[in-house]
């Protein structure tokens, strides 16, 4: 079964400096990978997608994400965080079998970006 | 704003009762999919209809029901409720649900339901 793993419930970062936000996943076959950000009383927001091509995927507000399939990772970078990044983060991975292609969710990791 | 519109934004009832959440999709989008959103069991798929036919199903209760109307709105409803189905419930389109499609899916705002 499809699962993808987020192991940082919080990351806390300084305004200017990069951050991190941690997914791992554990398929069979070929991953589609996606990134979402969940806002406070807000729905979730696609911020990007790994399909197939370059490791290294370019999304919204400045988000970017790294697939590595040796490390099964596909980690979520900003080279400068803002204090309006300060989310709920989720990574997901999408389902095989059966003809759906539902969305299997990470369990979500908050950013809290400090002045 | 993602185009996927849900209604009503609040819900507040009683156990027992029985509640009936609204969504549609972005324009020419055929798949509708249901989240529940829990503190405990997190971002939880629930059930995926694509062009008025259901097409997958997770961890939705017998107590839950969907369907997706020929307008391609759907309706997602819960019955007998219980203190534990207070969630927020999402609505997520996407054009396609066929397994070979790797198009993202846009969520509504969501439902928050709350049982008393």
């Known amino acids: 079964a499809q699962s993808v793993a987020q192991p940082e419930d919080q990351v806390n970062v300084a305004e200017g400096n990069p951050l991190t936000v941690k997914c791992t996943y554990s398929v069979s076959g070929n991953p589609y990978l996606f990134w979402y950000v969940q806002y406070p009383n807000r729905g979730l927001q696609f911020l990007l997608k790994?399909?197939?091509?370059?490791?290294l995927v370019k999304g919204s507000y400045g988000f970017e994400a790294e697939f590595n399939k040796s490390q099964t990772s596909f980690h979520l970078k900003k080279p400068s965080a803002l204090v309006s990044d300060s989310a709920l983060y989720f990574c997901a991975v999408r389902d095989y079998g059966g003809a759906t292609n539902k969305l299997i969710f990470g369990t979500g990791t908050l950013l809290a970006v400090q002045p | 704003d993602s185009g996927v519109t849900q209604t009503p934004k609040h819900l507040i009832t009683a156990t027992g009762q029985r509640v009936t959440l609204r969504c549609s999709p972005r324009?020419?989008?055929?798949?509708v999919y249901w989240y529940q959103q829990s503190l405990d069991q997190g971002l939880q798929f629930l059930i995926q209809y694509y062009n008025g036919e259901e097409r997958a199903k997770g961890n939705i209760l017998e107590r839950f029901s969907a369907q997706q109307f020929p307008d391609l709105h759907s309706e997602l409803n819960l019955s007998s409720l219980e203190l534990g189905d207070s969630a927020l419930y999402f609505c997520?389109?996407?054009?396609?649900?066929?397994?070979?499609?790797?198009?993202?899916?846009?969520f509504g705002p969501g439902t928050r339901l709350t049982v008393l």
């Open positions: 324009s020419g989008d055929l798949s």
């Open positions: 790994y399909i197939t091509g370059d490791n």
């Open positions: 997520a389109s996407s054009f396609t649900g066929t397994s070979g499609g790797d198009n993202e899916q846009f």
